[in-house]
């Protein structure tokens, strides 16, 4: 008994019936793949808002230290008066004599640094406030405030300084 078997398999039709529903995506499957990739690159913008923020506040420390920095030199320039504690005082609101145009005494001097950096203060740091407090007998603590990201004012950065002459 010669038996021949049929390349095709008895399921054949049936292979056939759901082959045209799998030769693409459904719908269901396309709006599910694109709430992942939706949610994914919602994530991804997250990050970078976030990124830019971080960005912005290591900025704003890093003004404040060169902030610092800058009138621990001026007094450091006028040494023998800043000695004396003559940094420690109210921030003058205005100049009463430009010291790179005029001759100035040393206390002069100290007015002129003090308006000069509370001017670079106000322009470089939002709500930019400080304060310089004398320990004698050589040491000086500057500590610089600043608003936060939602400029609200009773919650401002605070960064100290000290310096030893």
Wanted: charged share 20%; net charge neutral; hydrophobic share 35%.
């Amino acid at each position: 008994m010669d038996t021949q078997f049929s390349q095709d398999s008895p399921h054949e039709g049936v292979k056939s019936r759901h082959k045209r529903f799998m030769d693409g995506f459904t719908m269901l499957e396309m709006l599910v793949s694109l709430v992942i990739l939706s949610v994914g690159l919602l994530g991804v913008a997250i990050l970078q808002t976030k990124g830019q923020q971080f960005n912005h506040l290591s900025y704003l420390y890093t003004q404040a230290s060169y902030l610092a920095y800058d009138i621990m030199d001026r007094m450091r320039a006028n040494e023998v008066v800043a000695k004396t504690g003559s940094y420690q005082k109210q921030l003058p609101t205005e100049l009463t004599n430009d010291c790179t145009k005029n001759t100035c005494t040393a206390a002069q001097v100290v007015d002129f640094d003090l308006y000069s950096w509370k001017t670079l203060l106000e322009k470089t740091l939002p709500g930019g406030e400080a304060q310089i407090t004398w320990n004698p007998p050589n040491r000086y603590v500057i500590s610089i405030k600043w608003l936060n990201e939602q400029k609200d004012e009773n919650d401002k950065r605070v960064q100290s300084w000290v310096v030893t002459l």
